[in-house]
C-alpha cells in the first residue's frame, strides 16, 4: 500500500480560527479526516503540521527515506524558503511525486505571495480549490 506524506508548514494549525474568509471554517483534524477519506483503501495517508522550518526538512528527508510521496503546503515558507525547496527537489530527484497545495490561490493576493520557490522543484501545483486542492492532489498521486 503507498503511503502519502500530506504536510503543512505554518500557522496552518490554526485553520477554523485563522482568517475564516480565506481559508474556511474547518480545522486541520477536518482535514486530516477528509485525507483519510479521500485515500479510502488505496494508500495510508499521514496528516501533518509544523511551524518550524528544520522539522519540515526532516519531514522531507523521511519521505525520501520512506519512498514516500508527499502533498506538500508549505505555507509562508513557499515564498522565501530556499532550505524547504532544497529538500522539495530530493524528493522529486528521488522519483518521488511532491504536489504543493494550496487552500486560497496565492496568485490572486498580495504581490509577495506570487513567488514560489518551491513550485519549479515540485511535480505540479494545485491552488485556489480550498480543502479540495488536498483531494486533487491525492488522486493525483493515486491516479498516475
Ligand atoms: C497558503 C498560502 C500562503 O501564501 C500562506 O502564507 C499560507 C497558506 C494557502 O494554503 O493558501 O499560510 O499556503
Redesign the pocket.
Known amino acids: 500500500m503507498p503511503h502519502i506524506l500530506v504536510l503543512n ?4 494549525g490554526r485553520l477554523g480560527v485563522r482568517e475564516p474568509d ?2 474556511g471554517a474547518l480545522t486541520l483534524v477536518d482535514l486530516d479526516n477528509s485525507c483519510q477519506r479521500w485515500a479510502t483503501d488505496r494508500a495510508t495517508v499521514e496528516v501533518r503540521q509544523t511551524d518550524n522550518e528544520a522539522e519540515m526538512i526532516g519531514w522531507l528527508h523521511e519521505a525520501v527515506d520512506r519512498q514516500a510521496d508527499v502533498v506538500l ?4 515558507f ?2 522565501y524558503s530556499y532550505a524547504i525547496r532544497d529538500a522539495a527537489a530530493m524528493v522529486t530527484k528521488g522519483g518521488l511525486r511532491l504536489i504543493e ?6 496568485y490572486a ?1 498580495e504581490e509577495f ?1 506570487h513567488l514560489s520557490v518551491v513550485g519549479p522543484v515540485a511535480t505540479g501545483t494545485i ?2 480549490f480550498g480543502f479540495n ?1 488536498y483531494r486533487l492532489a491525492i488522486s493525483a498521486i493515486l491516479d498516475s
Open positions: 508548514g505554518p500557522n496552518l480565506v481559508y503546503n508549505p505555507a509562508a513557499t515564498h497545495v494550496h487552500i486560497s490561490n496565492p493576493r505571495r491552488a485556489g486542492s
